[in-house]
Antibody, heavy 125, light 106 residues
Framework: QVQLVQSGGEVKRPGASVRVSCKTS????????ITWVRQAPGQGLEWMGW????????NFAQQFQDRVTLTIDASTKIAYMELRSLRSDDTAVYFC??????????????????WGQGTRVTVSS | DIQMTQSPSSLSGSAGDRVTITCRAS??????LNWYQKKPGEAPKFLIY???KLQSGVSSRFSGSGSGTEFTLTISSLQPEDFATYYC????????FGGGTKVEIK
């Protein structure tokens, strides 16, 4: 079955970087993108960016453009998200999800159809 | 950027109630609207795409409607497992979530 399994929780100091991995299985990797979403404590879902597993092309939410790097390793079918210059308000659960392209009445839409279990990142001095 | 606004931010209901959540887009997004369910400690679950198409395996008590700037998610008869927070998301231009609607037990 399709699975996305994320790396374990992290505790980081302010100013440090964190890298979260997302290991995929059960589907043809290059046919779907990978997207990243986070949820801070008591807050809603916040989309961060996505990466094409086929081309490596990326797209980011404006607030993350300067601090996030998304990469993929097609040989191992693992996606990575690196967040730099961590602040206390980056404390959150980070999710990866499969980005599916769905054709509806000759138009293509996208949605996050399968999700990883989440990785808690705590930023504290 | 397209902003998504959900209302209400929270609601309370009893098992068997019909509930409706509204999502408004700051500009026309046609039918590029998805809905997700989020429970504490769990990953989000994909419910509806293209405003009204039910994802495979999702209960038929969930339905979606709307186009342009106004959309609704309806749960026809609340079940205990439906108490959660629901998020709309536009995929017309980039990707944006609404602020969420928490459905609580009355």
């Amino acid at each position: 079955q399709v699975q996305l399994v994320q790396s374990g929780g992290e505790v980081k100091r302010p100013g440090a970087s964190v890298r979260v991995s997302c290991k995929t299985s059960g589907y043809t990797f290059i046919n779907y993108g990978i997207t990243w979403v986070r949820q801070a404590p008591g807050q809603g879902l916040e989309w961060m960016g996505w990466i094409s597993s086929y081309s490596g092309k990326t797209n980011f939410a404006q607030q993350f453009q300067d601090r996030v790097t998304l990469t993929i390793d097609a040989s191992t079918k693992i996606a990575y998200m690196e967040l730099r210059s961590l602040r206390s308000d980056d404390t959150a659960v980070y999710f990866c999800a499969r980005l599916a392209y769905i054709v509806v009445e000759a138009a293509a839409t996208s949605a996050f159809d399968i999700w990883g279990q989440g990785t808690r990142v705590t930023v504290s001095s | 950027d397209i902003q998504m606004t959900q209302s209400p931010s929270s609601l309370s209901g009893s098992a068997g109630d019909r509930v409706t959540i509204t999502c408004r887009a700051s500009q026309n997004i046609d039918r590029y609207l998805n809905w997700y369910q989020k429970k504490p400690g769990e990953a989000p679950k994909f419910l509806i795409y293209a405003a009204s198409k039910l994802q495979s395996g999702v209960s038929s008590r969930f339905s979606g409607s709307g186009s342009g700037t106004e959309f609704t998610l309806t749960i026809s008869s609340l079940q205990p497992e439906d108490f959660a927070t629901y998020y709309c998301q536009q995929s017309y231009s980039s990707l944006t979530f609404g602020g969420g609607t928490k459905v609580e037990i009355k």
